[in-house]
């Protein structure tokens, strides 16, 4: 074998043997990269866990203090009218704050997205099949006109302080997140709230011109439960005299 096929076998050979160590070395660096972003992953979700879990104790640990109170407070009050009479004051103004659960009779409401018509075949706004903030509030306002004692959305108690907000493509209630389908819970006389539903009202209106699914049901058969506020109730501007 002369020199010239000697040099260009030992040059292949080398050339092969580069390239093998090349993609062994970025298989190596790939395989790293997935682990560490596995690793962070993990520790991310851990971390969610933990807080999740720390805020779980935590509102138990509230709610039974809570208890506690109600039983001191009960406690107190035995063979005292003046202080029976304060406890069922404090009672009925936590009521009409929204800050204890009220069950009682009513409507609940659910406004859903159209996903049934294709957007290739609908000329108009596509927002138009979508439910928005606004909508929210609307019927929100609707059933406080019709008499409705206790409202809330997906479980968020509307009170005197709460915000309907959208952020992005998501809506806010009390500054927590929720999505569809909407469910709203009035408690109030099923008679008057079921007006909500009337021909020209904002629900027609979703349904005949905006093409969106709402439901109404009454509710005077199985009571319903509207929970009670969770946040923190903060006046900026308003001050007692």
């Known amino acids: 074998m002369n020199k010239k ?37 993990n520790q991310l ?12 104790n935590l509102y138990a640990e509230l709610e039974n203090m809570e208890k506690k109170l109600e039983e001191e407070r009960t406690n107190a009050t035995q063979n005292n009218t003046e202080l029976t009479n304060l406890e069922n004051a404090i009672k009925e103004n936590n009521k009409l704050l929204g800050l204890t659960d009220v069950t009682g009779n009513g409507i609940i409401v659910t406004i859903n997205d159209n996903q049934d018509i294709p957007l290739s075949n609908w000329f108009g706004d596509p927002n138009l099949l979508i439910v928005h903030d606004t909508d929210l509030m609307n019927v929100v306002n609707e059933l406080k006109n019709a008499g409705a004692e206790a409202i809330s959305i ?15 493509n998501i809506i806010k209630v009390n500054g927590e997140k929720i999505g569809v389908p909407f469910v709203i819970k009035a408690i109030g006389l099923p008679e008057s709230l079921i007006s909500v539903d009337r021909f020209g009202g904002y629900l027609d209106y979703l349904k005949e011109d905006r093409f969106l699914k709402v439901d109404v049901q009454r509710a005077d058969k199985e009571k319903i439960t509207i929970p009670k506020y969770t946040g923190i109730m903060k006046f900026e501007y308003a001050e007692n005299d």
């Open 5 to 41: 096929k000697i040099s260009l076998i030992l040059g292949l050979m080398c050339l092969l043997l580069t390239y093998g160590i090349a993609v062994q070395i970025k298989t190596i660096g790939g395989t790293g990269s997935v682990m560490s972003t596995n690793a962070e992953e």
């Open 45 to 56: 979700r851990d971390a969610v866990l933990k807080a999740k879990e720390k805020y779980d």
């Open 154 to 168: 997906n479980d968020q108690r509307i009170v005197t302080t709460s915000a309907i907000e959208c952020d992005g």
